[in-house]
């Protein structure tokens, strides 16, 4: 492959990245699980709106949480550790 073709690649992902939603990202450890909330147009809205997603978790008596945001296409919206969903 030419370089001028690979820095081309390098750009179209850079371009398909910047067009990707923004997506708060929040983990916990007790159940074990990944949320996903969103999308969201931008950072700053992303974390403006993510305290309201932790109060209903910590409601829900979800221990171990951790927020990231960041700009991804989740599949799916929630991700749990089947074992321990059957364990319960």
Known sequence: MK?????????????????TDW???IITT???????FGPFSSHDEAKAAY???VEDLDGEGAQG???VI???QPTELTICDEEEIQDN
């Not at 370089?3 to 067009?19: H, M, P």
Request: glycine content about 6%; aromatic content about 16%.
């Open 3 to 19: 370089l001028i073709d690979q820095i081309k690649q390098v750009f179209a992902g850079f371009r398909v990245a910047q067009e």
């Open 23 to 25: 997506w708060v990202e």
């Open 30 to 36: 007790k159940p074990h699980c990944t949320y996903y």
């Open 51 to 53: 305290p309201g997603y």
């Open 65 to 67: 949480i951790a927020i």
């Open 70 to 72: 960041k700009r991804c």
